[in-house]
């Protein structure tokens, strides 16, 4: 009988303090998966990233930096664009594209008549929308890269297929980082 009582009573308790251990369970799980998903997606803006872009078989290097504030995305893929300097990018191009861009670049004055001649062409080349801080509508000559690679100390972080916005203007004043990386490349 007083067997039967403490198992009544263990039984009622177990029934309704289930959902103490379980809960702790549940809130050291959920720490444990934002520390692993916050060491595997670092996203730090301080950080310089080491980016291989490579494009109808050519290749460069440069380095990078993540930017969570680089909102631009392709309507071809649906994807973030990463933002590369004219400087570093020419390695990416052949001569007849080179002299297509560098025009571009120099007229985005006359940008509607330019943007109908670049894509008219047919070499690849598309034309990218944007606005920024001190800039209402600007335009920006885009390609598709075959792939973007970034890495983390020879870790690779990231590798897809992307659109590369191609800028005129320096992305840093001490030359730490050629490119910004979109908001979604670790995604």
């Given at each position: 009988?007083?067997?039967?009582?403490?198992l009544?009573?263990?039984r009622?308790s177990?029934?309704?303090?289930?959902?103490?251990?379980?809960?702790?369970?549940?809130?050291?799980?959920?720490?444990?998966?934002?520390?692993?998903?916050?060491?595997?997606?670092?996203?730090?803006?301080?950080?310089?990233?080491?980016?291989?872009?490579?494009?109808?078989?050519?290749?460069?290097?440069?380095?990078?930096?993540?930017?969570?504030?680089?909102?631009?995305?392709?309507?071809?893929?649906?994807?973030?664009?990463?933002?590369?300097?004219?400087?570093?990018?020419?390695?990416?191009?052949?001569?007849?594209?080179?002299?297509?861009?560098?025009?571009?670049?120099?007229?985005?004055?006359?940008?509607?008549?330019?943007?109908?001649a670049?894509?008219?062409?047919?070499?690849?080349?598309?034309?990218?929308?944007?606005?920024?801080?001190?800039?209402?509508?600007?335009?920006?000559?885009?390609?598709?890269?075959?792939?973007?690679?970034?890495?983390?100390?020879?870790?690779?972080?990231?590798?897809?297929?992307?659109?590369?916005?191609?800028?005129?203007?320096?992305?840093?004043?001490?030359?730490?980082?050629?490119a910004?990386?979109?908001?979604?490349?670790?995604?």
């Amino acid at each position: 009988m007083l067997l039967q009582k403490k198992l009544s009573r263990l039984r009622s308790s177990f029934l309704t303090d289930w959902w103490v251990p379980l809960s702790g369970f549940c809130i050291l799980t959920g720490c444990m998966l934002i520390y692993i998903m916050l060491r595997r997606n670092p996203r730090s803006r301080k950080e310089i990233y080491e980016v291989e872009i490579c494009r109808k078989g050519k290749r460069i290097c440069c380095p990078a930096i993540y930017d969570s504030g680089n909102l631009l995305v392709s309507q071809i893929t649906g994807s973030g664009i990463t933002v590369l300097e004219w400087e570093k990018g020419k390695g990416l191009f052949g001569q007849k594209e080179k002299e297509m861009i560098e025009k571009y670049l120099q007229d985005v004055s006359d940008s509607a008549s330019l943007i109908k001649a670049v894509e008219m062409s047919g070499c690849g080349i598309y034309s990218i929308s944007y606005c920024s801080v001190g800039k209402k509508q600007g335009y920006m000559p885009g390609i598709m890269a075959d792939n973007i690679t970034v890495r983390k100390a020879g870790e690779v972080l990231a590798a897809k297929k992307g659109m590369i916005g191609i800028s005129a203007e320096k992305m840093s004043k001490d030359e730490k980082f050629s490119a910004l990386l979109p908001e979604d490349i670790f995604s």
